[in-house]
């Protein structure tokens, strides 16, 4: 008999779960606040896009030795420190804010957000790869669904909330995100202790580190679901452009944050049905219409002149969304062995992370040569262009079953045996 609540059985993983949704509350606060700051503050869409590269620096830089950190330490320990390092910028931010009535300078905005990123790029390989050392392999897939639902309602609480302390001024929001890292932190201090799943004697070179790579570039169905996330995103992501067309369709900042979490409110009810339902049958398959989904709601998204409609969309997109990470997180962390999760976990990073950020350089880069409602439109096509080329490169992710018959591939073969 199916349990929809089989993860939160484990106290560990429920004190983990409170932990995360209060990581995700305060970076999705800081998140929204940012993009609204510097859009008022430059009315330039290319600014917008500098956030994005700023936070996609990072994560190509130096993804992979963070993953080589999560397998080489106690990832408990790695979660705390940069916990607290994520807290320090929205807390400097928020002070440097009321301390300056005139607001901070985009220089010092840009510079925080920069640290921010940094730490937050060590931070998501632990977090990710924590997970199954906190419950059996049975219920991977549920604790991943629950993840995923805790991830969206913070999603729209974060920006709903920001939304509304914005009209105080963006110190109070920036203070907000803060805290939330904080209160992360001393929950983090309350999981039981955990052992690095490799000695921390033992010296990192260049093999070790691109281990993760070699395992994922083996490993057909891998590939196949970061490539499509990664392009889909990159492509077809709007989020960035949203305090843009929150002016075009004449709404305030309270308007802006419902807009901001639309696609988490979306998720959310994607999420819920998913914990109450059984692991999908043919998983490829609704991976592949997922993403298709994804893209045609961007694209009514973009001409939409309407703002119930575009909340429509927004949601349809949060929903695909959450469909597809869900199908990709398990499959990442069912066919890693534990040895190599941490590692596995970065590349994701890189695929997923970075094309977030890099899409939000990419929207704003388009939108101020062609302009919003055409960047978010022809971002929409292809991404549905992007599905028909990985339907049709990788066969293996269209053959795709159940997410429970999965079982770990050999790190010594790197997934080279992949189906």
Partial sequence: ???????????????????????????QVLSATVQWDVYQKSKDPFAIGLVGLIGAVPVILLALPAGHVADRFSRKRVL??????????????????????????????????????????????????????????????????WMSSLFETAAWVGPAVAGALIMLGVAWSYFLAGLCLVCCFGITLCLPRDRPSEPAAHEPDWRSLSAGLRFVFGAPLLIAS????????????????????????????IGYGWMR????????????????RPPIARAGR????????????????????????????????????????????????????????GRVSAVNQVFIGASNELGGLESGVTARLFGPVMSVVAGGVGTLFVVLGVAGKWPQIRRLGSLRDIQPLNAESEGRTAE
């Fill in 261 to 276: 979490a639309a696609p988490a409110i979306g998720a959310l009810a994607m999420a819920v049905v998913q914990a109450h």
């Fill in 286 to 341: 609704t991976l592949l219409l997922a993403v298709a989904t994804f893209g045609a709601a961007t694209i009514v998204f973009g001409l939409s002149q309407d703002y119930w409609l575009s909340l429509a969309m927004l949601a349809v997109v949060g929903a695909s969304d959450n469909l597809s990470v869900v199908i990709r997180h398990t499959l990442v962390q069912s066919l890693t062995p534990d040895s190599m999760r």
């Fill in 226 to 253: 970061m490539t499509l996330d990664l392009l889909a995103v990159l492509l077809g992501g709007a989020t960035y452009l949203l305090p843009i067309f929150a002016e075009r369709l004449q709404v305030g900042p």
């Fill in 1 to 27: 008999m199916h349990d929809p609540y089989e993860a939160f059985r484990h106290a560990a993983f429920r004190l983990y779960a409170a932990s995360y949704f209060l990581a995700i509350v305060g970076s």
């Fill in 80 to 145: 705390l420190v940069t916990q607290a390092l994520l807290a320090a910028a929205p807390l400097a931010l928020a002070v440097l804010n009321w301390w300056n009535s005139q607001g901070v300078s985009l220089i010092v905005t840009f510079s925080l957000v920069g640290a921010n990123a940094v730490a937050l790029t060590f931070a998501r390989p632990a977090r990710a790869s924590i997970v199954p050392n906190l419950v059996p392999r049975i219920a991977y897939p549920n604790a991943f669904v």
